[in-house]
């Protein structure tokens, strides 16, 4: 199946920083999402993006999906920002493959 | 709240026994995907339904089962449990009519402590 890695694992930031989170793909993408997850655990969707660029406040991202690759970028972040990101492709008749995370911390 | 429930949100049971989880999707979303979190294995995907028919299967276990009902609602069965299934079991739903696979919404997820 799909390899999905993800970079960094881990990632501490001083608030108001920029980051760009990556992950690639060993195959073809497909339904590609980002999601956050929090400190509580709830899985929060962050962007369905299977090809192109999309802004939603401070966070956007871009998915190149001829060279499978996807970025998330994180600008003036805030420690409401901690948590886990995950970029995940799959779903319809294929199956659905998460990537390892990374674990962010934002710290005042 | 992404629109999709999830019971109980917590179960505490022991070795050998058996329990469901239930899964409500979003209103309109035929597809429903049950995921297991663990702290060593990561969000691994279990199974996929679409309209009542199973439709991607991924690491699910020989112990484990699941359906989805005319309603849309899904049930996940864990049978003869052991201490390693003690995990975060998410729901997520996505598919109304006329789209395939699409974006997928999170329930809160049922947290599964087996003693």
């Known amino acids: 199946g799909i390899q999905v890695e993800q970079s960094p694992p881990d990632l501490i930031l001083q608030e108001g920083a920029n980051s760009t989170l990556r992950c690639n793909f060993s195959d073809s993408v497909n339904n590609l999402q980002w999601f956050h997850q929090n400190p509580w655990g709830q899985l929060i969707n962050l962007f369905y993006i299977p090809s192109g660029t999309k802004q939603n406040g401070r966070l956007s991202a871009t998915t190149v999906a001829t060279e499978r690759y996807s970025l998330l970028y994180i600008s003036s972040s805030q420690t409401t920002d901690s948590g886990v990101y995950f970029c995940?492709?799959?779903?319809?008749?294929?199956?659905?493959?998460f990537g390892t995370g990374t674990k962010l911390q934002v710290i005042p | 709240d992404s629109g999709v429930t999830q019971t109980p949100k917590h179960l505490i049971t022991a070795t050998g026994q058996r329990v469901t989880l239930r899964c409500s999707p979003r209103?309109?979303?035929?597809?429903v995907y049950w995921y297991q979190q663990s702290l060593d294995q990561g969000l691994q995907f279990l199974i996929q339904y679409y309209n009542g028919e199973e439709r991607a299967k991924g690491n699910i276990l020989e112990r484990f089962s699941a359906q989805q009902f005319p309603d849309l609602h899904s049930e996940l069965n864990l049978s003869s449990l052991e201490l390693g299934d003690s995990a975060l079991y998410f729901c997520a739903s996505s598919g109304k009519i006329g789209t395939s696979g699409g974006e997928q919404f999170f329930g809160p997820g049922t947290r599964l402590t087996v003693l």
């Open positions: 995940a492709s799959g779903g319809g008749y294929q199956k659905v493959t």
């Open positions: 209103s309109g979303d035929l597809s």
